[in-house]
Nanobody, 121 residues
Framework: QLQASGGGLVQAGGSLRLSCAAS????????MGWFRQAPGKERDFVAA????????FYGDSMKGRFTITRDNAKNTVYLQVNSLKPEDTAVYYC????????????????WGQGTQVTVSS
């Protein structure tokens, strides 16, 4: 089970740290990803991290302001988002998959319920 949290209403230019806590699984065995879905749009890849945290990968438009990390001792993956923009408004989802990370959401086996991020201008 994946439980995402940390979303909220924030002004443009602000920062948020999203968390995704895993339970009931061998968290350190899974690659983790973050995706987001804005109103009326498809779900987009944001970032992914390998099982150990030694390797990360970001969507093309996500580089620079987004940082994915994980703490296997706490069974938690994080997404730090800085310099938030109104266009970052979306529901952010975490997901888990066995094997290497991927930007393809269809390859992820487990999904959290999402956390809403709203950025006001």
């Amino acid at each position: 089970q994946l439980q995402a949290s940390g979303g909220g209403l924030v002004q443009a230019g602000g920062s948020l740290r999203l968390s995704c806590a895993a339970s009931g699984c061998s968290f350190s065995s899974y690659a983790m990803g973050w995706f987001r879905q804005a109103p009326g749009k498809e779900r987009d890849f944001v970032a992914a991290i390998n099982w150990s945290g030694s390797s990360t990968f970001y969507g093309d438009s996500m580089k620079g302001r987004f940082t994915i990390t994980r703490d296997n001792a706490k069974n938690t993956v994080y997404l730090q988002v800085n310099s938030l923009k109104p266009e970052d408004t979306a529901v952010y989802y975490c997901a888990a998959k066995g094997g290497p990370y991927s930007s393809d959401q269809d390859r992820y086996e487990y999904w959290g319920q999402g956390t809403q991020v709203t950025v006001s201008s």
